[in-house]
């Protein structure tokens, strides 16, 4: 059986996605390409031997489709979500699920309306080896108790567009869903920090800090720096009763040259998490292909309590750094999807 996948939004990341469906993941054939700009959709499809929509919808509608990767600008993600879950068809919807809780919130609805587990949530971090080696390490008890923990999240440049939002839900979005992942804990409140802002992104706070408290007491930093230049530089490092366990250089290259020793960063994300984006796609297709979800894909519910921790994120930010409990307001309706 091969699973007919339609893209929507061929960007960075989707035209990334939709190469690596067509060509590396195992039981996937890319049938439909949609993207607003329909000469970008159109370039794609020819090269993948797809089908180029201008619009969306009808790339959920059309019959060539079985299942939906949602890449298109964060603002349509839940609205795409909740169109292709409509029509029964499986999404991986790319992070942020939603923009706000309300919409989140509408995703789970869908699906739960829908009656089986139909969406994933791009949380790709969850399938990087080197961060699920160090939740493993956390989960053998060789650290003990976590303590705290330390996140470094910076990009070499991003969108002027943006604001300081768009930071938390595009950017911090990953820590928000990784941390309470890797610690078996979920976040209970949160605070946001503004230390001196560059110059050379008017537009938005940068860096910014972050304070995640989980259930387990762990306190977490996380620093968001998206317009760091110097390279895509993503660190953890969590310490416990017995010591401590962090990510290694995610260098692509060390070279030894003139009497020094340099390191290459890689320039976005693509190169850093690669492995983790296959991992994802193959779990997803593989879900889709024998009808057993993957235990480390994220789900509509993972994807809206990102939301709602995120949001509070933003409330601290716009009340001056105060500690916001994080309360998952829509979560006691949800019951678990029922097995087909
Ligand atoms: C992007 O969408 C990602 O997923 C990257 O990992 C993150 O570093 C970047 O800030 C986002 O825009």
Known sequence: MS???GVIGVGVMGAD???????LIPGAVVSAIADIDLARARQLALELGAQAFADADELIE???VDAVL???DDSTHAALTIAAVALGKPVLCEKPLALTVEEAASVVDAEWAAGTSLVSVGFSRRFDPAIVALRDSILSGAIGRPLIAHAIHRNVSTSPDGDSASTVMNTAIHEIDEIPWVLHS?????SWHAPASTSLLPSRQDPQL???RTDDGTLTTVEVFVNALYGYDVRLEVAGERGTVSLADSALLVRNAHLGRTIDYPEDWRPRFAEAYR???RAWIGSIITGIPSPAMA???DGYRATVVAAAVIASMNANGSTIAVVYPHESNFSPVPKE
């Not at 996605?17 to 060509?23: D, E």
Request: proline residues 3%.
């Open 62 to 64: 059309s019959k060539s």
């Open 279 to 281: 991992a994802e796609l």
């Open 70 to 72: 949602v890449a298109s």
């Open 17 to 23: 996605h939709a190469r690596s469906l067509a060509t």
């Open 3 to 5: 699973v007919r996948v």
């Open 299 to 301: 789900t509509a519910i």
């Open 186 to 190: 979920p976040i209970i409140d949160v």
């Open 210 to 212: 972050i304070l995640l």
